[in-house]
Structures are given as C-alpha cells and as structure tokens.
C-alpha cells in the first residue's frame, strides 16, 4: 500500500512538472502510437527533423506514464538504481531547468512515444502533452496488450483517443495498410495524410527488397513515391517492412516540416540509427549471421520477421523463436499462426518458452518435418544447445517478447 501510494504521489508530480513544461517552452509535439513500430517511427522522424530543428526524442521504452514526462523534463536515457536517489535528483533538476532554463536552450520539437498497455492510458498522457502531429504506425489482427482490452477494436478504439482532440490546423500520419488504423481517418478534424505499400496512400512505399549478396545479408531498399515524385531509399544492417514503414513516416515528419521529398529521404538515409534488436544485422560466431529482433514480439512483428528470412538467401536459415506475451484468449492461435508461418522461410526451427511449443505445433502441421524442431523452456536452456550446433554461414533469425530473455542468446553467440 505504502509503494504504491509513493508511486502515485510521484507520478502526480512528474506529470505536473511536465505540463509546466510544456506550457513554459511550447514545444512542438509529436506524438506516436501503435501496436508496433513506434520506436522505429520516432527513430526516422528525430533523423528527418535533426538538421534542421533542436529535437529531443524519448529514449528506449520512455512511453508511460513515468517515460513521456522524463522525456519532457530532461535528457535522461535511464531509469538508474537506487531509485529514490534518482527520482529525487530527476525532480529537483527537472524544477531547477524549468525555473532557469532560457527558452533558446529548450527543443523545438519532442517525439514521444505514447504507449496504450491498458485503457486509458493514451487519455493520461494527453492531458500532460497534446501533440500538432500524431502518428498511428499499426495494430493488426491480434496485437499486443490485447488481453487487458475487451478485443482489437477495443484497442484500436483507445489508440484512436490520440487523434481525435486534435485542432483542424494540425496533422495525423496513418498506416494505410491497416484496416483498424485506416478507418480512424473518420475520427479527427486534423489533416490527414497516409503512408503504405497499397494503391492509394498519400506516401507509397514500392520496390521493397530484403537485400543479400553471396549469401550475406546487407539491408533493405525501396521506392517512395510523392505526389509523382520519387526517391530511391537504401538502408544497410537493417531488415524487414517495417524499416520501411518508419522511413515513411519520418519523410512524411520532413515534408510537413517544409523539406522535399528528396531532402527528407537523404536525411533520414544519413542520419537512421535503428534501435538496437530490432530486425539489426549483427555478426556471429563460426562465421554466422544473425538478425537481432530480440526486442519485443507480436504476431504482427513475428510474421514480419519471417518474411525477412524467407527473403534472404543463406547456406542454412534458422528461426530461434520464443513466446509472445500478453495475448490473452488469442494467444494460442497466435503461435500457432507464426509456426505456420516458420515453416514457410525456416530451415530449422527453435522455440523457447512454453507458448512456443504451439509455434512448433503449428509449424509441424504445416509440412515442417519433426527433426527440424527444437523446444526449450528457457533461455538459459537454448544457449549452449545453439551454440554447439550453429554451423559457418548460417542465418539466425531471433525474436520474442522481451521476457523470454532472448536477448541473451543473442550476446552468447555474436562475435
């Protein structure tokens, strides 16, 4: 009772302090939500906006109620141990720069991530920051946290509250490409302007290509094409739509922001520096090759990640596959969906956790033989298995929710 009593104090404070702050400096506000690819979306619009504007972005996963009113207070880039220390330090020195700080020396603009975990989460952190520019990067069919929502639509209709306040003079980007996120074109007086690999997007995203040579894997090229203009976009080290997708948002960031077509592309192409395990090449051991996506899964993110692999062309292609969480009553289906999917662009399949055993199920039932299945329960379990059989020139894709632990499989077999 006590913790949670100084948790609620503190947050009332942060998030006083940062509506001060934004009252104080007038900051234009971006603000970016969605079921996947916000942190990639704000990674491409901090690159499009950079050289032009003073631009602050939310670092890591700074998308709650404690991240979004860091992120307007200061630089920080981690919540660090002991706690009391620094929260006391945060708050002493965020009142300090909001009382001393000159205006010239506070950001133009701050891209924030706006994270929806639970209903009424986007409400809250709408009444600390209202954005000029909103952005809506995905939801697809089964998407993350959906277990504390009542269905989709139930999350789509809280992502949806970012949009609908918003003044006639303002903007919102949306991923044509998604049904649940197109159809809130309906819910806001801003100007509208979309983004996609269909017919019809404002922004379209053409010629996409998983790109390799000899077997190494080297990075992503596509087209965007504007209003019957286009730009040849190449991205190396990194894989995978959804790459492609935050490069459209950031060019569509740059064009409201009076650049061109070619000037947003050539800033965001020199200036992108993907987050660190999602979809990045790394290097292995015994000369292999690995694609980091460690991060953070969702069915949506996973069937995304597969088509990486099946794109690529390796000796040997290996799928380290473990749970995706928070699913709720779709969580079986879910996995059982992304094993199909693994037995498209997998030579070898490995799962971890215990929902990954229905990835293996469900890649065994579509046509994956049964010795090319491995199931671990952990992390820990996977390691030395996976390094003892790896072999030269392999290409290991690894995803999973970030509690799986993954990550550490990843650093035990990189070079």
């Given at each position: 009772m006590m913790k949670r009593t100084s948790i609620n104090i503190l947050k009332y404070i942060l998030k006083r302090l940062a509506k001060l702050t934004v009252w104080r400096f007038q900051p234009e506000i971006i603000a970016i939500t969605g079921s996947v690819g916000k942190t990639s979306a704000k990674e491409a619009i901090f690159a499009a906006l950079k050289n032009s504007y003073r631009v602050r972005k939310a670092s890591e996963n700074f998308n709650n109620e404690l991240g979004v009113p860091l992120t307007i207070l200061g630089k920080w880039q981690k919540i660090e141990r002991p706690l009391s220390w620094f929260w006391l330090k945060a708050l002493v020195f965020s009142f300090l720069r909001l009382i001393f700080t000159p205006r010239a020396f506070y950001p133009d603009v701050l891209v924030l991530e706006y994270g929806a975990s639970k209903p009424g989460d986007i409400k809250y952190l709408l009444e600390i920051a209202k954005p000029k520019i909103a952005v809506i990067t995905a939801i697809g069919n089964t998407p993350v946290h959906v277990e504390f929502y009542e269905d989709v639509s139930g999350v789509a209709k809280e992502k949806s509250k970012l949009i609908e306040d918003l003044f006639s003079s303002g903007f919102v980007i949306l991923n044509f490409d998604d049904k649940e996120v197109l159809a809130m074109k309906e819910k806001t007086r801003a100007k509208t302007i979309t983004f996609g690999f269909s017919d019809g997007a404002d922004l379209k995203i053409s010629s996409f290509e998983n790109r390799s040579e000899n077997?190494?894997?080297?990075?992503?090229?596509?087209?965007?094409?504007y209003r019957g203009s286009f730009v040849p976009v190449v991205l190396r080290g990194v894989f995978g739509k959804p790459h492609a997708y935050a490069v459209a948002v950031g060019t569509l960031a740059g064009l409201i922001h009076g650049l061109n077509l070619v000037e947003a592309a050539e800033f965001i192409s020199a200036n992108y520096q993907p987050a660190k395990r999602r979809a990045n090449l790394i290097f292995g051991i015994k000369?292999?090759?690995?694609?980091?996506?460690?991060?953070?899964?969702?069915?949506?993110?996973?069937?995304?990640?597969?088509?990486?692999?099946?794109?690529?062309?390796?000796?040997?292609?290996?799928?380290?596959?473990?749970?995706m969480l928070e699913l709720g009553r779709y969580s079986v289906e879910a996995h059982m969906?992304?094993?199909?999917?693994?037995?498209?662009?997998?030579?070898?399949?490995i799962t971890v956790g215990p929902r990954g055993k229905f990835i293996a199920e469900g890649a065994?039932?579509?046509?994956?033989s049964e010795h090319k299945i491995l199931s671990f329960d952990t992390a820990e379990e996977l390691i030395p298995e996976i390094k003892k059989n790896i072999r030269e020139k392999d290409l290991i894709l690894v995803k999973a929710s970030r509690a799986v632990g993954l990550d550490k499989a990843v650093d035990e077999i990189k070079k």
């Open positions: 077997g190494k894997p080297l990075g992503v090229s596509f087209k965007l094409e000369n292999t090759y690995i694609i980091d996506d460690s991060y953070n899964a969702s069915p949506l993110s996973m069937k995304a990640a597969l088509e990486i692999l099946g794109d690529l062309k390796a000796a040997r292609k290996i799928a380290v596959l473990g749970d969906e992304t094993g199909k999917e693994a037995a498209k662009s997998a030579d070898i399949l065994k039932n579509n046509g994956m």
